[in-house]
């Protein structure tokens, strides 16, 4: 064989290729593109890449290859982007070093930022890994500005966490950058708890992301690839039966077809793929099957000086063996980095797979003899753990995992630090004298794997290792040790949601041990979650703001300056329950100040987002906003775009961009790097997010939302109760106001169940009424008495569980702001409406009421109070308002609100300028008989029942069905209707 598959034409793959050139050409152009390219494995994907970079080299582009490694390698966070450093020029070496972050994946181009520790920081959160995401970002931008830049990430399936979530913000930032970044992955690696799969989901959301699928060759693709793989080399009826056996896999091809030179029949060969791979490397002598089975234990890749020190061949030998394993295609020499990859990873797991017992230990144990003697070396603490463990010599892993675990924390890559002290915590009670090998103690070490899983996003992790922590520092003399380890246990519950009684009990006992002591850093912390556990509880304001004042006074005297900033931002919140807004403002300032002072940025982002609540609740959305955006741009300035508090400034930008009318800008602020950041926190902003799209009637995606999201939404009562009132919204405006009441119906009984009088119920309260209000009128057109009553019942009943929330509810500015006032105004004038009352003065106020910012909500009141007016016989000032509600929805491009208003002018014969005369009429692409049979199939007749109504065999009502779903992009039925109705091709 002179050649194999790199060196023929493509084959079968042009329509795929197009894909990637038109996406090549839309980054050209400024606008920024990622493509997914998925299949499995073997298939031929890096072929594809391959062509591409070719084409896009030919165009003048710039293109950076960045491959990730499998779990055996040596774990090393950030390896692909760390190897598209490795392949910039010297002339642009000076952009590398203009961001010092970076130093953390080119530590000999930039001196990695210091590691700053201290007691009092504990509770900061490290900015490593979150600048260098903005690094990186920033860095592919700027060459882009040059030319077209194609990013290459291959084997995305092999990724650590932290290239995934590195990956994951580059995606979400992806805009008018002249980027493509491609990415590949093997679906057939993708098991059900992948942790690549949860990241693909959230991906394919995103605009500029596209997934492209490489299916296998079809049987006339696979014999004329197999053909030009064999150069004439093979007769037909071998052809053919490779091709079969290849079952269009092009790598599989190749191997069958390269074990089959030199042999009589390719019938001997084994069926499973180890068996073809492993056949292929049989073929080599000696020397190069040893060389070859040593290369497999380091990982996909080794080292030409590795393999000199731990093959034990001499030079010649070592020298001839791996010309013989290059030129058979076993092994491929990487020009520049003086090491050899296998060429293809399936080749390395069948021979890694095939080694005895102890032939894998003994060349892991001399892998790992090598590594320890370079410790010095980014990566070598992880390779010797890795290794050291796979040998069995577990003293060397454990204090190997505990070194490649703080070297991963310095680096901001929190999950793999998580992985490796976690793996120290399992080694412990395996080896003698832990402690001393380790160089930490057991709960030092428990004290760091719990911290490490709260960074990672683990808190439920967090909980139980911090609850081990307590276990093991019960009997320890020092009374400080176990009152911080009860504090940290305390806050992971807060943080988890979860058991508040249990965390009321350890931050008591944490009190109790710190009492009596002088003040220090730890009892300042002690106090200030003493106070948020307390207010959490509902314990007296008068009780709980004693132990932040308490904690004021003791971080002053301690020089716990971020406790002293945390303990004032608490205090302010008090000051804001007792309806002292402006006193609030003037506290939460100083704490910033304060905060920043200190340099304790996640206090001083919780300062920003107190402040940004305190100006939303009092109605001042302007000046709300400036603050919002001031306080998102300096949580993207200090690295901190996607902590907590960053998230919640964000969140707040979703909801005050969509309440002033941006809607553009709330659907910008709500784009997330999903996996960069907790999955419930990604879920809340999305959820937010749903409020434009329900505006706007993009339905389809609100349901896919619902599936994406949806787990995570249940288990989260918080974030419930968002989704739920969306949901409400959109069945609304599709016509079914029993599935909207059922919807609020649950999201007021979640509500209830969390917190009885929680201010947020005046809003889900009053969509419960407009909900009954909707569902009596239905009943009134259909002349169901009965169900009318039912619905005016059920509705009063939301009405009176709005007014209690009013008289019971404890709004945190200490008074009802102006968006619960302009819902309670609402809440009574659908009440009115519910009755058949439809009260003109009562929607003014409603519009008054929400003229306070909400553009949206006031242009809703002015369709209500339209449809009043025009009862009362006032045209005119119906017209008015009318115009003044469809501009709005023009503006907004409030697509179903828009299409009422138009609706309710044609009725009315309202004059609405020329919207009404130039608006499309409905095209119905169904026939009279599909409209037939979709009408039966909406009120829940199944095949068989539609059939016999119309008087149709059940086999043609199938039929039917295929052309609707056809017609309207269905899925389902289910879904066919659902279209219908949007469409208003179902009444």
Not at 65 to 76: F, P, S
Not at 284 to 304: E, F, I, M, N
């Amino acid at each position: 064989m002179s050649r194999l598959g790199s060196g023929i034409p493509l084959v079968g793959r042009s329509s795929q290729l197009r894909r990637l050139r038109s996406a090549l050409q839309q980054a050209q152009r400024g606008t920024a593109a990622a493509v997914l390219l998925a299949g499995d494995a073997g298939v031929g994907k890096s072929r594809m890449v391959a062509e591409l970079s070719d084409h896009a080299l030919a165009e003048g582009a710039r293109v950076l290859v960045g491959r990730c490694l499998d779990a055996g390698e040596t774990g090393l966070p950030y390896l692909p982007y760390v190897e598209l450093l490795g392949q910039l020029g010297e002339d642009e070496v000076h952009l590398v070093k203009a961001r010092p972050a970076l130093g953390r994946l080119a530590p000999d181009l930039v001196e990695a930022p210091p590691h700053v520790s201290g007691a009092d920081r504990r509770l900061e959160q490290d900015l490593g890994q979150l600048q260098l995401f903005d690094a990186v970002h920033g860095l592919i931008t700027e060459l882009a500005t040059e030319r077209c830049v194609v990013v290459v990430l291959e084997d995305l399936h092999w990724a650590d966490s932290s290239t995934r979530y590195l990956t994951s913000f580059l995606l979400s930032r992806l805009r008018s950058q002249r980027v493509l970044v491609v990415a590949t992955y093997r679906t057939d690696d993708l098991h059900r708890r992948h942790p690549l799969r949860p990241l693909l989901a959230e991906l394919v959301r995103l605009p500029a992301v596209e997934r492209l699928d490489l299916a296998p060759f079809d049987a006339k693709e696979a014999r004329s690839f197999v053909a030009q793989l064999a150069e004439r080399d093979l007769p037909e009826e071998k052809i053919a039966e490779i091709a079969a056996k290849s079952e269009g896999n092009a790598f599989f091809a190749e191997e069958l077809v390269a074990a089959w030179a030199g042999t009589d029949s390719c019938r001997n060969m084994p069926i499973g793929l180890a068996d073809v791979l492993l056949a292929r490397v049989e073929a080599l002598g000696p020397h190069a099957q040893q060389v070859v089975r040593t290369a497999s234990v380091a990982g996909r890749w080794v080292r030409h000086s590795r393999l000199q020190e731990v093959c034990d061949l001499a030079e010649a030998d070592l020298e001839a063996a791996l010309r013989e394993a290059v030129a058979h295609h076993v092994l491929v020499f990487s020009e520049g980095e003086e090491r050899y990859v296998f060429r293809h990873a399936l080749l390395r797991e069948a021979v890694y797979g095939d080694l005895l017992p102890g032939e894998r230990v003994r060349l892991h144990s001399a892998y790992a003899q090598r590594a320890a003697g370079t410790l010095d070396k980014r990566g070598s603490a992880a390779a010797l753990a890795h290794h050291s463990l796979e040998s069995h010599d577990l003293p060397r892993a454990l204090s190997a995992s505990v070194r490649a675990a703080s070297e991963a924390k310095a680096s901001g890559a929190y999950a793999e630090a998580l992985y490796y002290y976690e793996q120290a915590l399992k080694l412990w009670q395996a080896v003698p004298d832990p402690a001393t090998v380790a160089g930490t103690d057991e709960p030092t070490l428990t004290r760091k794997v719990a911290y490490m899983a709260s960074q990672a996003g683990e808190v439920d992790r967090a909980v139980a290792y911090a609850r081990s922590l307590v276990q093991l520092t019960e009997e320890d003399s020092d009374r400080t040790v176990l009152a911080d380890s009860l504090r940290m246990y305390s806050q992971y519950l807060l943080w988890a949601d979860a058991k508040l009684e249990n965390a009321a009990t350890a931050i008591e006992r944490a009190w109790e041990l710190v009492r009596d002591e002088p003040d220090s850093a730890v009892k300042a912390w002690v106090l200030s979650v003493r106070s948020r556990v307390a207010t959490h509880l509902g314990v007296a304001d008068d009780v709980a703001m004693g132990y932040a004042e308490e904690a004021l006074r003791v971080a002053k005297a301690s020089g716990a300056h971020g406790a002293e900033a945390d303990a004032q931002i608490s205090l302010a919140i008090f000051d804001e329950f007792a309806a002292r807004p402006e006193k609030a403002r003037e506290r939460q300032l100083i704490a910033r100040d304060r905060a920043v002072q200190a340099g304790a940025l996640s206090v001083e982002l919780r300062a920003w987002y107190n402040l940004c609540v305190n100006l939303y609740d009092q109605g001042d959305l302007a000046s709300a906003q400036v603050m919002i955006d001031e306080g998102a741009a300096r949580a993207e300035q200090v690295g901190l775009t996607w902590s907590v508090y960053g998230l919640e400034v964000r969140l707040l930008q979703v909801v005050v961009r969509y309440m002033l009318g941006d809607w553009d800008g709330a659907e910008a602020a709500a784009e997330l790097p999903g996996r960069a950041v907790p999955d419930l926190a990604a879920a809340e902003v999305a959820a937010a997010d749903l409020h434009v799209k329900v505006g706007r009637g993009r339905y389809a995606e609100v349901r896919s939302m619902l599936r994406q999201f949806g787990e995570q939404w249940r288990r989260d009562p918080l974030t419930l109760v968002l989704i739920d009132p969306c949901v409400t919204e959109m069945e609304l405006w599709r016509g079914r106001p029993a599935e909207a009441a059922a919807r609020i119906e649950n999201a007021v009984r979640v509500q209830r169940e969390y917190d009885e009088w929680g201010i947020r119920g005046i809003w889900l309260g009053t969509l419960g009424v407009v909900s009954y209000t909707e569902l009596a009128k239905q009943a009134r057109h259909r002349g169901n008495t009965e169900a009318e009553q039912d619905a005016v019942r059920s509705g009063m009943e939301m009405l009176e569980f709005v007014r209690d929330t009013v008289r019971l509810g404890r709004p945190r500015s200490g008074q009802l702001g102006p968006e619960g006032r302009a819902w309670v105004a609402r809440a009574e004038a659908e009440a009115l409406r519910l009755r058949g009352r439809n009260d003109p003065e009562a929607w003014r106020e409603t519009v008054r009421a929400f003229g306070y910012g909400h553009v949206y909500q006031e242009a809703v009141a002015r369709w209500r109070l339209a449809e009043a007016l025009l009862q009362s016989g006032d045209r005119e000032a119906a017209t008015t308002e009318l115009c003044l509600a469809h501009e709005v929805a023009e503006r907004l491009d409030a697509v179903p609100l828009r299409d009422a208003l138009r609706q309710f002018a044609k009725r009315g014969r309202l004059a609405l300028g020329e919207a009404v005369a130039q608006e499309r009429p409905v095209i119905n692409p169904l026939t009279p008989r599909e409209r037939a049979v979709l009408d039966l199939v909406a009120k829940g007749n199944t095949n068989r029942q539609v059939g016999e109504k119309l008087y149709i065999s059940e086999k043609t009502v199938s039929v039917h069905l295929t052309r609707i779903m056809a017609k309207l992009r269905a899925g389902s039925r289910t879904e066919a209707v659902a279209a219908a109705y949007e469409r208003h091709l179902l009444t």
